[in-house]
């Protein structure tokens, strides 16, 4: 089975903090992603990533940075959080880059902004 | 852009009562469907996907959906829910050749016993 592991269950930041989520996959899977959850909106795309150094900007990339130096890894940043980034976080990972592969997830990072 | 509806936001139903759950998405190309479950607490789980082929497609833990194309749905069904079955559900669509899923706003189906 895949696992996607997000390194935190819940997290609690300030307002103007430079904040970190990170998510690691152990399927060897290239393509990998984050979502933002928030109640009424479903899933929104942040950011996405297909290979190692690359990456391209999902439907809410404004206030995000993104990082992938290593194929299992998939960084989310929050250069100066704000409050209106409370939300759950989630990540997610595809084998490939074919529109039929489904994702796989982690259990989320609910990040609250203070 | 690719739209996915799921027009009841909540659904509650009796325990060992038949449950429907509605998706309907937006584009006319060709297109591939999943289901997705969330317990509380947890990441998304999927339950079922439709590539090609039959349009019913069976899942787990009983779930079940059939793909519509002239009527562009993916309603997904059970026969009959247990109290486990509560949980969000997320239709989710993506077109050939895209990279991106595109995510109903999901449904919460809550099991009274």
């Known amino acids: 089975d895949v696992k996607v592991t997000q390194s935190s269950r819940y997290l609690v930041k300030r307002t103007g903090e430079k904040v970190f989520l990170e998510c690691v996959q152990d399927?060897?899977?290239?393509?990998m992603f984050w979502y933002r959850q928030d109640p009424g909106l479903g899933l929104r795309l942040i950011y996405f990533?297909?290979?190692?150094?690359?990456?391209e900007k999902g439907d809410i990339p404004e206030g995000y940075s993104v990082s992938r130096e290593k194929k299992e890894r998939f960084s989310l940043i929050l250069e100066s959080a704000s409050t209106n980034q409370t939300s759950m976080y989630l990540c997610?990972?595809?084998?490939?880059?074919?529109?039929?592969?489904?994702?796989?997830f982690g259990d989320g990072t609910r990040l609250s902004i203070l | 852009a690719q739209s996915v509806t799921q027009l009841d936001s909540q659904v509650p139903v009796f325990e060992e009562a038949p449950v429907e759950l509605r998706c309907n998405y937006s584009?006319?190309?060709?297109?591939?469907l999943f289901w997705y479950v969330q317990y509380p607490n947890q990441g998304l789980q999927l339950l079922l996907k439709?590539?090609?082929?039959?349009?019913l497609v069976k899942g787990i833990n009983g779930f079940e959906a059939e793909f519509n194309k002239s009527q562009t749905s993916f309603h997904l069904r059970k026969p009959s829910v247990h109290i486990s079955d509560t949980a969000e559900y997320f239709c989710?669509?993506?077109?050939?050749?895209?990279?991106?899923?595109?995510f109903g706003t999901g449904t919460r189906l809550t099991v009274i016993p």
């Open positions: 584009s006319s190309v060709s297109v591939y």
């Open positions: 399927m060897d899977h290239e393509n």
């Open positions: 989710a669509v993506s077109e050939n050749g895209a990279n991106n899923l595109f």
């Open positions: 997610a990972s595809s084998l490939n880059t074919g529109s039929n592969q489904p994702q796989h």
């Open positions: 990533s297909y290979d190692v150094k690359m990456k």
């Open positions: 439709y590539l090609s082929g039959s349009t």
